[in-house]
């Protein structure tokens, strides 16, 4: 599958962003998405995912903050985020898989990532 994210950018601690991932190409039976983020001189940590029966899994460091949604219909996903902290800044990766367990976005397809800069 081909993924594309959008919605990126700089905003102001507080604020809110609202990330976007379209699919095309080879989306069949899709079973989970989610959104990964890598800051500079971290590891990669996944953010949030959703699994097609629509059960979720946040972070700790983003529950109440970050929510994630899915049109399974389309394959699309969003994140929306509120309450931008510094912290948050990072690189957003949508990905996707046909795997039963959300450790398996890891090696599912990905996307070229947005960034997301958040000042103080």
């Known amino acids: 599958a081909h993924l594309v994210e959008s919605g990126g950018g700089l905003v102001q601690a507080g604020g809110s962003l609202r990330l976007s991932c379209t699919t095309s190409?080879?989306?069949?039976?899709?079973?989970?998405m989610g959104w990964y983020r890598q800051a500079p001189g971290k590891e990669r940590e996944l953010v949030a995912a959703i699994a097609s029966g629509s059960s979720t899994t946040y972070a700790d460091s983003v529950k109440g903050r970050f929510s994630i949604s899915r049109d399974s219909a389309k394959n699309a996903l969003v994140l929306q985020i509120d309450s931008l902290r510094p912290e948050d800044t990072a690189i957003y990766y949508c990905?996707?898989?046909?795997?039963?367990?959300?450790?398996?976005?890891?090696?599912?397809?990905w996307g070229q990532g947005t960034q997301v800069t958040v000042s103080s």
């Open positions: 990905t996707a898989t046909q795997g039963e367990d959300y450790t398996d976005l890891v090696r599912g397809s």
């Open positions: 190409g080879s989306i069949f039976n899709i079973n989970i």
